[in-house]
């Protein structure tokens, strides 16, 4: 069964300060891997994709990375709009296309 | 537009009720899904539409109907449903129902069963 574990949970960081979310993945046979971010009672909204070991994508403070068991999600001088619960998904492909399964996520808050 | 537009925001029910809840999506998107998502949870999926038919059933209870009238709109109906079914309901859309798509969500429809 294809398995998705984030951690931490929580993450609370002052402004400025860098720091990574980890996502690890156990999967039969991985074709992509997601990263969402979602504010309170919104719905997820789409940061990256990477598909191959070694792959890394950036978009403003947000640098995503994938290795063959895990990705991380780097944050760079965080600023309080940071703040959400971000998500990781992975599509594990088989029959089932367009499936996803999701962590459970790490809620970021950063303080002023 | 670039919008996946969800109707209600908000609903309330009680368990021998029939409610809709509708997401329309103007991108010319081929696959339309319906996640349900619990406080603190991640979303789980329900149903995946593939060019206006039923691709993907997760198991879902039959008091969970869901409907796709044409390739913008797609309906979930509702019939006495538990408490334990309030959640958040995600529409959401992608070009195809294939892999490595990603996936533009709305933002959902809060529902409280009573």
Same mark, same amino acid.
């Given at each position: 069964?294809?398995?998705?574990?984030?951690?931490?949970?929580?993450?609370?960081?002052?402004?400025?300060?860098?720091?990574?979310?980890?996502?690890?993945?156990?999967?039969?046979?991985?074709?992509?891997?997601?990263?969402?971010?979602?504010?309170?009672?919104?719905?997820?909204?789409?940061?990256?994709?990477?598909?191959?070991?070694?792959?890394?994508?950036?978009?403003?403070?947000?640098?995503?990375?994938?290795?063959?068991?895990?990705?991380?999600?780097?944050?760079?001088?965080?600023?309080?709009?940071?703040?959400?619960?971000?998500?990781?998904?992975?599509?594990?492909?088989?029959?089932?296309?367009?499936?996803?399964?999701?962590?459970?996520?790490?809620?970021?808050?950063?303080?002023? | 537009?670039?919008?996946?537009? #969800?109707?209600?925001? +908000?609903?309330? !029910?009680?368990?021998?009720?029939? %409610?809709?809840? &509708?997401?329309? #999506?103007?991108?010319? +998107?081929?696959? !339309?899904?319906?996640?349900?998502? %619990?406080?603190? &949870?991640?979303?789980?999926?329900?149903?995946?539409?593939?060019?206006?038919?039923?691709?993907?059933?997760?198991?879902?209870?039959?008091?969970?109907?869901?409907?796709?009238?044409?390739?913008?709109?797609?309906?979930?109906?509702?019939?006495?449903?538990?408490?334990?079914?309030?959640?958040?309901?995600?529409?959401?859309?992608?070009?195809?129902?294939?892999?490595?798509?990603?996936?533009?969500?709305?933002?959902?429809?809060?529902?409280?069963?009573?």
């Amino acid at each position: 069964e294809d398995q998705v574990t984030q951690s931490p949970e929580a993450l609370r960081l002052q402004e400025g300060e860098s720091s990574s979310l980890n996502c690890s993945y156990t999967v039969s046979g991985l074709r992509g891997l997601f990263w969402y971010r979602q504010d309170p009672g919104k719905g997820p909204e789409f940061l990256f994709t990477l598909y191959s070991a070694g792959e890394e994508k950036e978009k403003e403070r947000l640098k995503a990375t994938l290795t063959k068991k895990e990705s991380f999600l780097h944050i760079t001088a965080p600023k309080p709009e940071d703040s959400a619960t971000y998500l990781c998904a992975v599509d594990a492909g088989g029959t089932s296309y367009g499936k996803l399964t999701f962590g459970q996520g790490t809620i970021l808050t950063v303080h002023p | 537009d670039t919008e996946v537009t #969800q109707t209600p925001k +908000h609903l309330v !029910m009680g368990m021998t009720n029939k %409610k809709s809840l &509708k997401c329309e #999506q103007h991108m010319g +998107h081929r696959a !339309m899904y319906w996640y349900k998502q %619990k406080a603190k &949870k991640p979303p789980e999926l329900m149903f995946v539409y593939s060019y206006e038919k039923l691709s993907i059933n997760e198991s879902v209870p039959s008091r969970f109907s869901p409907e796709c009238p044409n390739s913008s709109l797609l309906n979930l109906h509702l019939h006495a449903l538990q408490p334990e079914d309030s959640a958040l309901y995600l529409c959401a859309s992608s070009p195809r129902q294939a892999t490595n798509e990603k996936l533009f969500f709305g933002s959902g429809t809060q529902l409280s069963v009573l």
